[in-house]
């Protein structure tokens, strides 16, 4: 073999090991580029739980707040009347026809309101001395 072959054979194959390293290298690469978003995922996953939770809890808070002050107004508005409807107590606070429902409900099941016809309610005794309390 010629001294000229044989360089060239031996430049083709330091060139086939370079492209083994750098295969080799590459896949390292990928590896642990494959870890890091994986990692990533978990970790936005644990932050979206985080951040879900603290958002219904706000939420939450918020829905609370608005159904006790629209139960509040509609117990207010109640000791003043002798009966009402939904729709009297919506206008008089303001207030759409939904909540009022939702706090009639509330304040029939605890006792302090009750529906003695259709679409008809009056405060109770107990309704009395709850809304003097407040």
């Known amino acids: ?39 990533i995922r978990e970790r936005l996953a644990s932050l979206d739980v985080s951040l879900g939770g603290a958002v219904k809890r706000t939420r939450r808070a918020a829905s609370t707040g608005r159904a006790s002050g629209t139960t509040a107004s509609v117990l207010a508005f109640a000791a003043g009347q002798d009966e009402f409807t939904v729709d009297d107590v919506a206008k008089a606070a303001s207030v759409a026809a939904p909540p009022v429902r939702n706090a ?31």
């Open 1 to 39: 073999m010629s001294k000229d072959t044989t360089q060239k054979e031996q430049t083709i194959e330091e060139m086939i090991a370079e492209m083994h390293a750098l295969e080799a290298e590459a896949l390292a690469l990928h590896t642990r580029a494959a870890e890091v978003r994986e990692r």
């Open 104 to 134: 009639l409900t509330g304040l029939c099941k605890r006792g302090l309101v009750e529906r003695f016809d259709r679409g008809r309610y009056r405060i109770t005794d107990a309704g009395k001395k709850a809304a003097a309390e407040k």
